[in-house]
T-cell receptor
Framework: GQNIDQPTEMTATEGAIVQINCTYQ??????LFWYQQHAGEAPTFLSY????GLEEKGRFSSFLSRSKGYSYLLLKELQMKDSASYLC???????????FGTGTRLTVIP | DAGVTQSPTHLIKTRGQHVTLRCSPI?????VSWYQQVLGQGPQFIFQ???????GRGNFPDRFSARQFPNYSSELNVNALLLGDSALYLC?????????????FGNGTRLTVT
């Protein structure tokens, strides 16, 4: 089976740094994705990791350790508009289907 | 460029009815996937189609079916609707099935079953 765990909610202060963790147990692994979803909107792609290590893209970075089944999304210089749900998703095998966690709802406060 | 478009945006149906949801992928994308998102949960995989063939199916009952047309647009059909089918149905497209190509999601169809 597939199991992806993320914290349900997090709160952080504007301008700060926040790390959102994701652990996964899947029968196969072919990449891990992070998506951002604002309330009532579609998920939007943030990052992709398939090899161990850190991928940096502006204020957002994502890390992967395949041996530990662990990833995190790092958001720097938080802005109010970063308040959203952050979804961790694993691609299992060669198909294009993603298995999503329940998402972490991040609230950025002034 | 237009993103993934879905119609309708909202729909209210009664238990036992059937529904058809439609999706147009990003131009040039040949892979379309359908996901169900219940409030407070992450999206759950229903189907994936590539070049008009089913490439994957999630753990959903046979009441759920889908197809992809020659222009790569897609339909999701749900028969004998249950209250538990109330959810946001997301369509996503990608350029190909290999790893690394992200899914691009539409804004979804909000289905309410009463």
């Amino acid at each position: 089976g597939q199991n992806i765990d993320q914290p349900t909610e997090m709160t952080a202060t504007e301008g700060a740094i926040v790390q959102i963790n994701c652990t996964y147990q899947t029968s196969g692994f072919n990449g891990l994705f992070w998506y951002q979803q604002h309330a009532g909107e579609a998920p939007t792609f943030l990052s992709y990791n398939v090899l161990d290590g850190l991928e940096e893209k502006g204020r957002f970075s994502s890390f992967l350790s395949r041996s530990k089944g662990y990833s995190y999304l790092l958001l720097k210089e938080l802005q109010m508009k970063d308040s959203a749900s952050y979804l961790c998703a694993v691609r299992d095998g060669g198909a294009n289907n993603l298995f999503f966690g329940t998402g972490t709802r991040l609230t950025v406060i002034p | 460029d237009a993103g993934v478009t879905q119609s309708p945006t909202h729909l209210i149906k009664t238990r036992g009815q059937h529904v058809t949801l439609r999706c147009s992928p990003i131009s040039g994308h040949k892979s379309v996937s359908w996901y169900q998102q219940v409030l407070g949960q992450g999206p759950q995989f229903i189907f994936q189609y590539y070049e008009k063939e089913e490439r994957g199916r999630g753990n959903f009952p046979d009441r759920f079916s889908a197809r992809q047309f020659p222009n790569y647009s897609s339909e999701l059909n749900v028969n004998a609707l249950l209250l538990g089918d109330s959810a946001l149905y997301l369509c996503a497209s990608s350029s190909h099935t290999t790893a690394g190509s992200p899914l691009h999601f539409g804004n979804g169809t909000r289905l309410t079953v009463t």
